[in-house]
Structure formats: structure tokens, C-alpha cells
T-cell receptor, first 112, second 109 residues
Framework: DTGVSQDPRHKITKRGQNVTFRCDPISEHNRLYWYRQTLGQGPEFLTY????????KSRLLSDRFSAERPKGSFSTLEIQRTEQGDSAMYLC??????????FGPGTRLTVL | KNEVEQSPQNLTAQEGEFITINCSYSVGISALHWLQQHPGGGIVSLFMLSSGKKKHGRLIATINIQEKHSSLHITASHPRDSAVYIC???????????FGDGTTLTVKP
């Protein structure tokens, strides 16, 4: 257990539905990252927060994706109108400034 | 071409062998990370490097900033070392990290 938790661990949804994932980072960590990982690939950067500010978003993050980190604590990642191509493992990580990243266990999304 | 390339993609070794996994990158970095991912499991950070060499138990990580290359060595490999090893870099003046596609290591008893 790294101290970073994600909920749910697994999500199965039908195409077109909206889904929301939650990440609870280590409490004193000011940076929080979202990544997506598909089978056989390394994680791909989606977005990151420094405290409550979303500082960078990947071009991979289409308009259907939105992330928030209210009050600089937990974060949510929402995918609207899910597509089969969204099926992947969604990983959250947190770190204190530019120190080591601590990863959550991930949320595995399956879009039918 | 990916900004972070790892080799080999797959590696099978016998228990006790010395293992080397390589990582080359093409961008400016402030730090490089070696990560371990077990099947169905989360990702654990092994090392964070900005220069030189670090050692933790049977694991050694080195980095050559001028050549933009890093290696992860495992001495006296054991079946429990079987996992995917991922190289990641913190891109200079950017918030993001970029990851290699990982090296799948299988150590046979």
C-alpha cells in the first residue's frame, strides 16, 4: 500500500455512459497526476494538479474528459459519453513537489 | 519515435543471473525514475535519479546525463523479481512525466 487510494478499482460501463473516478493522494503531497495505461504500454500522461490548480493537460485528454481537485485534496476524473477506446487502466499518482511519485492501484475501466 | 525507449522489451533469465535493463531518452530531464509493476498490481517506485548511481539491496541504477541513458541492474536475480520494469523521466520545465513501454522480466527457478 503506497498511501494513494483509488475508487472504484473496477468499472464496467456501457458505451455512451458517464463515469467518474476518485483519487485520494497522500495528504501532504501537493502534486497529483492522472495517467492512462493500456495493455503492454507504459502509462500515458493525462493531466496534473499542483494543489487545486490544473497546470497541464495532455492532447490525449479530449473534451469528454474533465478532472478536478477541489481544495487541493482528492481528485476526480470524469469521462463523458464513454467510448470503447476509453477502456484502460486509469492511474493516479501523487508527489511532494518533485520528489518520488507514489502510485495508486488504478481503476480498470471496461466499456462495452 | 518515443521520447523514452527501453530495451529489451522482454527478458527471461535463470535464477541467480545478473540482469541489465536499458533506458534511453531524447528530451531534457530533471530526473529519471525506475518503477516496478507486478501483474495486476500497482506501480512502485524503485529509484529516482538525477545523476550518478544508486543502490538498494540487489538493485543498482545508473544514469549518464551526457549520453541520455540509464541502466537498471539486478544482481543474483530471483523469481520474485519477475515483473515489468518501467523507466520514466521528468521532462525539464514541464509538469509531466514520460514513460517507456516497460521491460517484462521473467526469472525462472
Amino acid at each position: 500500500d503506497t498511501g494513494v487510494s483509488q475508487d472504484p478499482r473496477h468499472k464496467i460501463t456501457k458505451r455512451g455512459q458517464n463515469v467518474t473516478f476518485r483519487c485520494d493522494p497522500i495528504s501532504e503531497h501537493n502534486r497529483l497526476y492522472w495517467y492512462r495505461q493500456t495493455l503492454g504500454q507504459g502509462p500515458e500522461f493525462l493531466t496534473y494538479f499542483q494543489n487545486e490548480a490544473q497546470l497541464e493537460k495532455s492532447r490525449l485528454l479530449s473534451d469528454r474528459f474533465s478532472a478536478e481537485r477541489p481544495k487541493g485534496s482528492f481528485s476526480t476524473l470524469e469521462i463523458q459519453r464513454t467510448e470503447q477506446g476509453d477502456s484502460a487502466m486509469y492511474l493516479c499518482a501523487s508527489r511532494l513537489r518533485l520528489d518520488t511519485q507514489y502510485f495508486g492501484p488504478g481503476t480498470r475501466l471496461t466499456v462495452l | 519515435k518515443n521520447e523514452v525507449e527501453q530495451s529489451p522489451q522482454n527478458l527471461t533469465a535463470q535464477e541467480g543471473e545478473f540482469i541489465t535493463i536499458n533506458c534511453s531518452y531524447s528530451v531534457g530531464i530533471s530526473a529519471l525514475h525506475w518503477l516496478q509493476q507486478h501483474p495486476g498490481g500497482g506501480i512502485v517506485s524503485l529509484f529516482m535519479l538525477s545523476s550518478g548511481k544508486k543502490k538498494h539491496g540487489r538493485l543498482i541504477a545508473t544514469i549518464n546525463i551526457q549520453e541520455k541513458h540509464s541502466s537498471l541492474h539486478i544482481t543474483a536475480s530471483h523469481p520474485r523479481d519477475s515483473a515489468v520494469y518501467i523507466c520514466a523521466v521528468d521532462v525539464t520545465n514541464a509538469g509531466k512525466s514520460t514513460f517507456g513501454d516497460g521491460t517484462t522480466l521473467t526469472v525462472k527457478p
